[in-house]
């Protein structure tokens, strides 16, 4: 039996039920997907998931690639050979794909859908198969030699990689020292070691395009110190004919020179690679081409980076819903003591867990979390395909488009960092102790759950980046827009009359939350404006960064979940089968636990912001 349990019924309900999509689905852009062929496409994901990319799971985990140095290589098992290939067979990465480049477009509210499923079964899966997805940021930002590299990405399936870390950079990218020096055919050579690269090397695919940061030198204006100094460079590990896409035989001078050992997600090869040098490989200089012919890298690579933190928290997501549902069929299952109500009679029966009371607690957190969190992932979704019918008409530069994207932007960072911490936190602390001491063993799919959630609070920006960036990037450079206009949304909804009464007091307790998160938030300008005049009064604001991310994410979830909540009460007042009367009586219950257990929380957190001081920072580091 697989691993994976897939909630189908959500993800519909959430796309049609409650964010409408069949009103663009059929539409500009997405013309060739309605609504009838989304949920033909999502029923098939959800098989393809749960049976063939599902199955290679554990035994990928227990016998993950070997780095052979003298090859440079670290080939995939055989069973995960097989998953990834029954992806790539499907063919429905091609509905992230430009349609001039072969591809269907689809709403990315329907791709990151189907994104939870490939993720939540078998994440590396998603991850070796980006080349295609990548090829679209080579031909947006490309020439017309770009754009011909694109297609050959697409239609030959290569693997491609973001290469950004450096071993001494770490997230600071700007510190990075891989340079970049012209060559007279208008190639570029590039030298330097890069660090926790994904997907760097495998035997999935003919070729591998390395999307990779440079500085450039000896170039009258490029170059220089930070991130704004860096290019973007295509290197494909085997050159190629330009033409055909064909490989020449020649090997190009970028090399694997080592992977990681790691927690999890081992089928992922997580590299060290090395450009350039003499003394590795075959010695050959390690050629790139600058992408576009423009000295624009950190803007083109956050093209990726983007995309790439919504993966993750869409994967982090995933894996706590199928630890909940793993969790829910084994307390279902599992006899252990008597009812409470009986516990001092010892000739009482035995009953299910399901019937304890902090087991129940337990379950229900783990669903509200689950499915507050896959409604944030879809209502985000929802401001990218506002985003792409902008492209498409041509309004790219409207109030409308610019909103949506500023939106998509401020919600980014819930997304990966809120997604992210709540969900590796309670695969933990909730879903693997649902099954006590057998959740600690590997006959149980959740403790390789708990390792291969942990990365999520790690790459594409740990949760403390994500923090700093929502505030100062998305909150402060925003001039606060992008909130303001959330903020409205929600206070509209707080202001109706939403649930016909039953949801009358979880909206007071999201009122005064919202009212507490955006005190939070007046609070840290307040301490950013007063360093003009105090600078280490910056320092309050990097001790509150992460916490106001939390606070807004659980706010936003718990508007998101009320706003499922209304809905399903409007169809319980209808007549509907038991089985749809009990989902939706689930979605409301699920609502009003979140409220009532999570959002007075944000009182207790805007007092700790209001109360901080610089004791911390003064503290000298030998008292730590």
Known sequence: MSHYKTNLRDIEFNLFEVLGRDEVLGTGPFGEVDGESAREILREVERLSREDLAASYEDSDRNPPVFDPATHTAPVPESFKASYQAWMDSEFWRLQVFEEMGGTPAPSSLIWAIGEMVLGANAPVWMYAAGPAFANVVHRNGNDRDK??????????????????????????????????????????????????????HDMSENIMHLVLARPEGVEGAGGPGTKGLSLFWMPEHHFDLETGELTGERNGVYVTNVEHKMGIKVSNTCEVTFGDPQVGGGEPAKGWLLGEVHDGIAQMFQVIENARMMVGTKAIATLSTGYLNALDYAKERVQGADLTQAADKTAPRVTITHHPDVRRSLMTQKAFAEAMRALVLYTATWQDQVMIAEHEGTADSDEARLAAAVNDLLLPIVKGYGSERSWVLLGTESLQTFGGSGFLQEYPIEQYVRDAKIDTLYEGTTAIQGQDFFFRKIVKDQGRALGHLAKEIEGFIASEAGNGRLKNERALLATALEDANAVVGHMINDLMSSAEELRNIYKVGLNTTRLLMALGDVVCAWLLLRQAEVALDKLAGDVSAKDKAFYEGKVHAAQFFAQTNLPRISAERAIAEATTLDLMDLDEASF
């Not at 290469?163 to 700007?174: C, I, M, N, Q, R």
């Open 148 to 201: 011909a590299v694109a297609q050959h990405m697409v239609d030959r399936q290569w693997g491609c990689t973001m290469v950004l870390t450096e071993p001494d950079a770490g997230s600071d990218v700007g510190a990075g020292r891989a340079k970049a020096t012209p060559n007279d055919d208008g190639s570029w050579n590039i030298t330097g070691v890069k660090r926790f690269i994904t997907s760097a090397t």
